[in-house]
């Protein structure tokens, strides 16, 4: 992957895991709050992700993409559930966990639109 390509990617991931923990963090004493924001910029960095990448996907797609990852989900209902609503560690929890699953789908979704460049795949999910 060329360097300028690779910086654009490292920029979108990291500015999203970023809003994700500010959004965990904010919204940590209210147990599942932060989902659908999560969602909504998870699904965003994908779609940005994939644009990188010359591919197009639509919303649903992307969607879909995120929905692979239930563990990550799992273990960040079960530490939001367990502390997340201890104010102060549980904002500090909530932040960490958004942004690290954030981090974590944003490099396997550069990954899987890197190896559907190298394999000469249509460049397009539908």
């Not at 992307?62 to 104010?87: D, E, V």
């Not at 500090?92 to 396997?108: H, S, W």
Request: aromatic share 6%; hydrophobic share 45%.
């Amino acid at each position: 992957m060329e360097t300028k390509k690779k910086r654009r990617i490292h920029a979108i991931i990291h500015s999203a895991a970023m809003t994700a923990g500010g959004i965990g963090s904010g919204l940590a004493q209210i147990p599942g709050a932060d989902m659908p924001v999560l969602m909504a910029l998870q699904t965003a960095m994908i779609i940005s992700i994939a644009t990188e990448h010359d591919c197009t996907i639509t919303k649903a797609n992307a969607k879909s993409m995120l929905l692979t990852l239930p563990a990550g989900y799992g273990g960040r209902a079960l530490s939001q559930f367990l502390i997340g609503w201890i104010p102060g560690y549980g904002n500090v929890i909530n932040a960490t966990t958004a942004a690290a699953i954030t981090e974590t789908i944003g490099f396997a979704a550069s990954a899987y639109f890197s190896n559907a460049d190298n394999e000469n795949r249509p460049p397009s999910i539908s």
